[in-house]
């Protein structure tokens, strides 16, 4: 069987690698959980490719094809006319800051630095790579992440982000093996683009906190006026179905202020806030409509792709759709029958994506992605060993599902640490602080004493298949968290701590299948209070990658009001 090995990293953020056996996913993993840089920029994933050769008992010279995610010798020949054609549509766009940015993608993206690079960290190794890399579309590899493991045999697929290549996103269709591209969006019209410049107008950082303004925007109300003042930065033309962005408001000469946003943007929606301070009504209203803004044009753009194409399926891929709420609208659209959101949606799931490109033609079909457990684990033995060094009193507990679900019934916050860590943004049980939701302050207590985040960050619940109806109603499966709805309203004041203050919660299905362990704490934890749903949130504190080690996980337990850490079979207290 022939091994793949799809990468992608260099510039931006995300960088990760993905391995293969045929069409089976053997490893996959991001590079931030192994440096603890959150979000890796800049790095090639080096890291997670050697996690990935280890977890395949393989060396690099097995591995038939290796791919990235990103259309170098394109990119080379491509984007310096597209951005001479920029500026000269738009002369106010010439700037340092834009040349500078477009060589900086550039080298970032040259072939021969990515090779070198990699032979250099192989060779410490003793190890070599002698064949060419794959270079694939940048846009081509999100929409494979999506439909090759969704188990549609054909399908819509609709990617968004910021930027790949000289584009920002398109529609695709996916007949079995094939995907084919039937419409693309160019800079400087990008949605992701759209989205990232308010995160930075509301003082949070751009690529890492777009969540901080959609959560936010469940505080506001909508405005015709500032409907009117986003009109000017981003609109939707219904004749030709495209999105229009102002790169004016975004790219012009003059930035005093932030580079995403120029200061003629700022006499639009007036002065951005500064990290940490207080948001009054007018930025709520401001993010509600900007979120509404883009859910809007994103539903339009879903209608106009499922006319082309004539298929209800629905893939999605790209930075754009890690907007749960988003994506729990366009779940929720009458012309889609079925939907499919890779759980690393973002650049992280490019990997993946080229991998499955180069990997097409194997005998067979993908394996649907039902879980995303393909990290770095550790045996009880490891988990021990980390233990006795960090000289901390432990016992070892035979049935700990049990024994957590008791502490978590009476207000006990929780570290999970088992099996596989998981790959994309979202903890799924396996690398996860868990709370009860039935307590009204709990996620207070959580921002304030173990996330260390703003105390309006709302949590999202893990609940058992078989009650999954019962709290959301007749809606889409959500096995990765990724999709918000509205909880019933029956159980908002019941279950407090895990519904937003707009009554909607991004909830994760837990599959006896899947995850048999947590499946099984959430089982016991219904024999004590009668619900079958938890808290579950990530294994880290803001700012920070999720915990991929037993002495991440001690660490990070010992810092914060975590009270118990069960890792492995073992449980620790403070």
């Given amino acids: 069987m022939n091994y793949y090995l799809?990468?992608?990293?260099?510039?931006?953020t995300n960088p990760s690698a993905a391995l293969l056996r045929g069409k089976r996913i053997i490893a996959f993993a991001e590079e931030e959980r192994f440096s603890r840089i959150k979000n890796a920029p800049l790095a090639l994933p080096i890291n997670s490719i050697f996690y990935c050769l280890k977890e395949g008992g393989i060396t690099i010279d097995k591995v038939k094809k290796i791919s990235f995610g990103w259309d170098c010798p394109h990119q080379f020949t491509k984007v310096p006319k597209l951005i001479k054609k920029l500026y000269n549509k738009n002369p106010d766009l010439k700037s340092n800051y834009n040349l500078n940015l477009e060589k900086r993608v550039r080298l970032g993206y040259d072939?021969?630095?990515?090779?070198?690079?990699?032979?250099?960290?192989?060779a410490k190794k003793n190890q070599k790579f002698n064949n060419k890399i794959y270079y694939y579309k940048h846009h081509l590899c999100?929409?494979?992440?999506?439909?090759?493991?969704s188990g549609?045999?054909?399908?819509?697929?609709l990617i968004l982000d910021g930027m790949g290549e000289e584009f920002t996103g398109g529609f695709y269709i996916g007949n079995g093996n094939n995907i084919k591209c039937i419409k693309k969006f160019h800079l400087p019209n990008t949605l992701g683009g759209f989205y990232s410049t308010f995160t930075e107008f509301f003082?949070?950082?751009?690529?890492s906190e777009e969540g901080k303004l959609m959560a936010l925007a469940s505080f506001g109300n909508y405005s015709e006026k500032i409907q009117n003042q986003l009109n000017k930065f981003l609109y939707y033309n219904k004749l030709n179905g495209e999105f229009v962005l102002n790169p004016n408001l975004r790219f012009g000469k003059k930035r005093t202020i932030n580079p995403r946003f120029t200061d003629k943007f700022i006499n639009i929606f007036g002065k951005p806030l500064n990290r940490g301070a207080k948001i009054n009504k007018f930025y709520k209203d401001l993010a509600y409509n900007v979120q509404w803004r883009l859910e809007r044009v994103v539903a339009l753009l879903v209608k106009d792709l499922i006319k082309k194409t004539k298929e209800p399926n629905l893939c999605l891929a790209g930075g754009v759709h890690m907007n749960c709420k988003l994506n729990g609208i366009l779940a929720n659209l009458p012309e889609?029958?079925?939907i499919y959101i890779q759980p690393a949606a973002a650049d992280n799931g490019v990997s993946l994506g080229s991998a499955m490109l180069a990997a097409k033609n194997e005998k067979g079909n993908f394996d649907i992605m039902n879980h995303s457990y393909y990290g770095i684990g550790y045996s009880d033995k490891e988990i021990k060993k980390s233990l006795i060094e960090a000289k901390i009193k432990f016992k070892k507990i035979i049935n700990i599902e049990k024994e957590v679900a008791k502490k978590l019934a009476i207000g006990k916050?929780?570290?999970?640490?088992?099996?596989?860590?998981?790959?994309?943004?979202?903890?799924?049980?396996n690398r996860s602080i868990l709370a009860n939701p039935l307590f009204k302050n709990m996620k207070y207590k959580l921002n304030a004493e173990v996330k260390h985040r703003e105390n309006w960050r709302p949590f999202c619940p893990a609940v058992n298949d078989y009650k999954y109806k019962e709290y959301y109603g007749n809606v889409p499966d959500s096995d990765f968290m990724i999709l918000a709805f509205p909880m019933e309203k029956k159980y908002r004041n019941i279950l407090p701590s895990a519904v937003h203050v707009d009554g909607t919660s991004r909830p994760q299905i837990?599959?006896?299948?899947?995850?048999?362990?947590?499946?099984?704490?959430?089982?016991?934890?219904?024999?004590?209070?009668g619900e079958a749903i938890v808290i579950n949130t990530s294994f880290n504190i803001q700012g920070e990658p999720i915990v991929n080690t037993p002495s991440e996980a001690i660490r990070c337990f010992s810092g914060t009001g975590i009270d118990y850490l069960a890792i492995g079979n073992y449980l620790i207290s403070k």
């Fill in 336 to 338: 889609v029958k079925n």
């Fill in 111 to 122: 072939p021969d630095k990515i090779k070198n690079e990699l032979n250099w960290a192989l």
């Fill in 142 to 149: 999100h929409a494979a992440s999506a439909f090759y493991p």
């Fill in 510 to 529: 837990v599959r006896k299948k899947t995850n048999k362990k947590f499946y099984k704490l959430i089982e016991e934890f219904e024999k004590i209070t």
């Fill in 6 to 12: 799809g990468i992608f990293g260099g510039v931006g």
């Fill in 203 to 207: 003082g949070f950082k751009s690529n």
């Fill in 152 to 157: 549609f045999k054909k399908s819509s697929i």
């Fill in 413 to 429: 916050i929780v570290g999970w640490f088992q099996g596989r860590a998981e790959a994309g943004a979202r903890a799924l049980g």
